[in-house]
Every structure is written in structure tokens, then in C-alpha cells.
């Protein structure tokens, strides 16, 4: 029903800052709700931003609040994940993740969709 492909991972130095993309391409007409996961090599993955697409409500997790920001064009099918103020702690694979039920829930068992991922990474 929906297929994701993630964008703009890259190198940058701490304090620094990244936008990723999560380009969506939809098959049906039903709303989505975007989360933006991420992994490090022996970690569980952890859910860092969400945002629905029926009124653009959003969640942040406790560590990336005040540094990132999630947004959304629906026209174009884009979400996209600002990062700000980059820490050495931030270097993980980005996943982008579809929930078909819209739900704006941070609990990765609601997404049934997911992209390949992409790699940011914090180093000076």
C-alpha cells in the first residue's frame, strides 16, 4: 500500500546540523502517519518523531526535543526530519516508517511499512 525510500543521511560534524527525506509513494488514498526510527549496530531501535497526516500532530523523543523537527508536504508526499545541533550520540541508520491507521503513536509494532534506511553520522 505504501512504499518508502529515505534521503539525505550524511556526515556532520557535532552541532552541526541534517535534513532527511522520507519520499512516500502511496497506493491508496488513506492517511498516514510517519515515524522517523532509529538504529546503531547492537541497539534497539528507538523511535525519535512521528507526525500525522489527518491535523500534522507530532512527538518528539525526550532526547531529540528542541533539536529536531519533523514535517510533512503532503502534496508531494515528503517528510522530512531537521537535525539540528547534531551530537556525536545522534550517528545512527534513519528509518522512516508507515502506521495506514494514522495513529501518531511512537511504538514501532503500529508500522507496517519501512524504508531501507539511511546513515547519519556525527563525527569531528
Known amino acids: 500500500q505504501v512504499q518508502l525510500e529515505e534521503s539525505g543521511g550524511d556526515l556532520a560534524q557535532p552541532g552541526g546540523s541534517l535534513r532527511i527525506a522520507c519520499s512516500i509513494t502511496?497506493?491508496?488514498?488513506?492517511?498516514?502517519?510517519i515515524g522517523w526510527f532509529r538504529q546503531a549496530p547492537g541497539r534497539e531501535r528507538e523511535a525519535v518523531s512521528c507526525?500525522?497526516?489527518?491535523?500534522?500532530?507530532?512527538f518528539y523523543a525526550d532526547s531529540v526535543k528542541g533539536r529536531f523537527t519533523i514535517s510533512r508536504d503532503n502534496a508531494e508526499n515528503i517528510v522530512y526530519l531537521q537535525m539540528n545541533g547534531l551530537r556525536f550520540e545522534d550517528t545512527d541508520v534513519y528509518f522512516c516508517?508507515?502506521?495506514?491507521?494514522?495513529?501518531?503513536?511512537?511504538?514501532?509494532?503500529?508500522?507496517?511499512?519501512w524504508g531501507q534506511g539511511t546513515q547519519v553520522t556525527v563525527s569531528s
Open positions: 516508517a508507515a502506521d495506514i491507521f494514522d495513529r501518531g503513536l511512537p511504538l514501532q509494532r503500529l508500522y507496517d511499512y
Open positions: 507526525i500525522t497526516e489527518r491535523d500534522g500532530s507530532t
Open positions: 502511496k497506493l491508496s488514498a488513506q492517511s498516514y502517519t
